[in-house]
């Protein structure tokens, strides 16, 4: 079942950020650091799997959720993308019923065509009209067993490359709102302007924002009334960073950056904590001789 304290969050009028997390470990390290609630966000999935999320399926995005869900015990609310619901109303419903049982507490879905182009990593969105859309919503919304399993609604209709506007972003909200969607993703902002824009006509529902580098962050989203954030690859563009210097290091000198001996004891030992290391050497010891 879904975790109910995203629903609550909500409610109580909190504001969520939710890191992208791909795996077990990167679940626990954002628990440490006391974040509130996690994300598995489909364009870093699609990365991790070594592909791009127009060609992951409903069933590696699931199995990423659930290893995510379980790396935390399911103690934190997990976010997940599910793109364009993989399909037609069917598949939509079947979405959500296999994202459910997963212990996913929330998902989003857009109105991008299905399937879904690699060009949209460009910028190039390519949406369905605004009936298609709704109708994708309104079937999730019926699929699902808890109201504490959140429905976001995504919508791209102010980068569509075919009339693209911020008024028909908001109509496409508002049809999504009509049939019961929890949380509107209006995507696009570009200015503080539109940020309002899109709070003054969107009214009475939480609003949901995934920033990208240069775009805005978490003080300014809250400053606007939006309540969820998400990261959607900054996550893993930093693990990229961090490999990518350390072992270019090795590849020209043969030897490892150096770093202080109390720092790499600092991060040996959290490495441990995270993989609950003493709790598995506790019962190793009480159950094994020697």
């Given at each position: 079942?879904?975790?109910?304290?995203?629903?609550?969050?909500?409610?109580?009028?909190?504001?969520?950020?939710?890191?992208?997390?791909?795996?077990?470990?990167?679940?626990?390290?954002?628990?440490?650091?006391?974040?509130?609630?996690?994300?598995?966000?489909?364009?870093?999935?699609?990365?991790?799997?070594?592909?791009?999320?127009?060609?992951?399926?409903?069933?590696?995005?699931?199995m990423v959720g659930e290893n995510v869900v379980k790396g935390v015990r399911g103690?934190?609310?997990?976010?997940?993308?599910?793109?364009?619901?993989?399909?037609?109303?069917?598949?939509?419903?079947?979405?959500?019923?296999?994202?459910?049982?997963?212990?996913?507490?929330?998902?989003?879905?857009?109105?991008?065509?299905?399937?879904?182009?690699?060009?949209?990593?460009?910028?190039?969105?390519?949406?369905?009209?605004?009936?298609?859309?709704?109708?994708?919503?309104?079937?999730?919304?019926?699929?699902?067993?808890?109201?504490?399993?959140?429905?976001?609604?995504?919508?791209?209709?102010?980068?569509?490359?075919?009339?693209?506007?911020?008024?028909?972003?908001?109509?496409?909200?508002h049809a999504a709102m009509e049939v019961g969607a929890d949380v509107i993703m209006?995507?696009?902002?570009?200015s503080v302007e539109d940020l309002q824009y899109f709070r003054q006509e969107i009214?009475?529902?939480?609003?949901?924002?995934?920033?990208?580098?240069?775009?805005?962050?978490?003080?300014?989203?809250?400053?606007?009334?939006?309540?969820?954030?998400?990261?959607?690859?900054?996550?893993?563009?930093?693990?990229?960073?961090?490999?990518?210097?350390?072992?270019?290091?090795?590849?020209?000198?043969?030897?490892?950056?150096?770093?202080?001996?109390?720092?790499?004891?600092?991060?040996?030992?959290?490495?441990?904590?995270?993989?609950?290391?003493?709790?598995?050497?506790?019962?190793?010891?009480?159950?094994?001789?020697?």
């Amino acid at each position: 079942m879904a975790n109910p304290i995203l629903r609550k969050q909500l409610e109580n009028g909190e504001m969520v950020v939710a890191p992208g997390a791909y795996d077990a470990i990167t679940a626990r390290l954002f628990r440490h650091l006391g974040f509130g609630a996690l994300a598995v966000p489909g364009s870093q999935t699609g990365m991790v799997l070594g592909t791009t999320e127009p060609l992951t399926t409903l069933t590696q995005m699931a199995m990423v959720g659930e290893n995510v869900v379980k790396g935390v015990r399911g103690e934190l609310p997990v976010i997940l993308d599910a793109g364009a619901g993989f399909g037609d109303p069917v598949h939509v419903m079947n979405t959500v019923e296999v994202l459910e049982d997963a212990g996913i507490s929330a998902i989003h879905i857009e109105d991008q065509v299905f399937p879904k182009r690699v060009s949209y990593h460009r910028g190039l969105e390519h949406v369905v009209p605004i009936d298609v859309y709704q109708q994708r919503i309104e079937y999730a919304l019926k699929a699902r067993k808890s109201k504490d399993f959140i429905i976001i609604a995504r919508n791209d209709g102010y980068r569509a490359v075919e009339g693209g506007t911020r008024e028909d972003a908001v109509k496409r909200a508002h049809a999504a709102m009509e049939v019961g969607a929890d949380v509107i993703m209006p995507m696009g902002s570009k200015s503080v302007e539109d940020l309002q824009y899109f709070r003054q006509e969107i009214k009475d529902v939480p609003l949901a924002y995934l920033p990208v580098p240069g775009a805005f962050e978490v003080p300014e989203m809250k400053e606007q009334g939006w309540q969820i954030v998400i990261y959607p690859s900054a996550t893993l563009t930093a693990a990229i960073k961090g490999i990518y210097h350390e072992f270019k290091h090795v590849k020209d000198t043969g030897y490892l950056l150096q770093t202080p001996q109390a720092e790499q004891q600092e991060f040996r030992d959290l490495t441990n904590m995270l993989m609950n290391m003493d709790e598995k050497m506790e019962i190793e010891a009480a159950t094994t001789e020697g």
